[in-house]
Nanobody, 114 residues
Framework: QVQLVESGGGLVQPGGSLRLSCAAS????????MGWYRQAPGKQRELVAT???????VYADSVKGRFTISRDNAKNTVYLQMNSLNAEDTAVYYC????????WGQGTQVTVSS
């Protein structure tokens, strides 16, 4: 199994920045991709960004140019640098790790508000 621990969420003003972290443990060598998803109130969970073990990235159109996903394989940690945040980014952000099974963190709240 894989365990995911997220951190870095919180309250930020519009235009501000946050960096989310997700540390993986357990059967980490079976992970071939990690990513971030988010779910806003009343909406379905959506992909934000993913990164493979080889470094290939995918971003949602809504965050391209503002968010950057990165991974430190030595630390088994994936990061999401979020810049130019706006109210539409307010959501619970979930870390994901892909093996033959999809593992999920508990989620961390990101609130963008004045």
């Amino acid at each position: 199994q894989v365990q995911l621990v997220e951190s870095g969420g919180g309250l930020v003003q519009p235009g501000g920045s946050l960096r989310l972290s997700c540390a993986a443990s357990g059967s980490i060598f079976t992970i071939y991709a990690m990513g971030w998803y988010r779910q806003a109130p009343g909406k379905q969970r959506e992909l934000v960004a993913t990164i493979t073990s080889g470094g290939s990235t995918v971003y949602a159109d809504s965050v391209k140019g503002r968010f950057t996903i990165s991974r430190d394989n030595a630390k088994n940690t994936v990061y999401l640098q979020m810049n130019s945040l706006n109210a539409e980014d307010t959501a619970v952000y979930y870390c994901n790790a892909r093996t033959p099974y999809a593992w999920w963190g508990q989620g961390t709240q990101v609130t963008v508000s004045s």
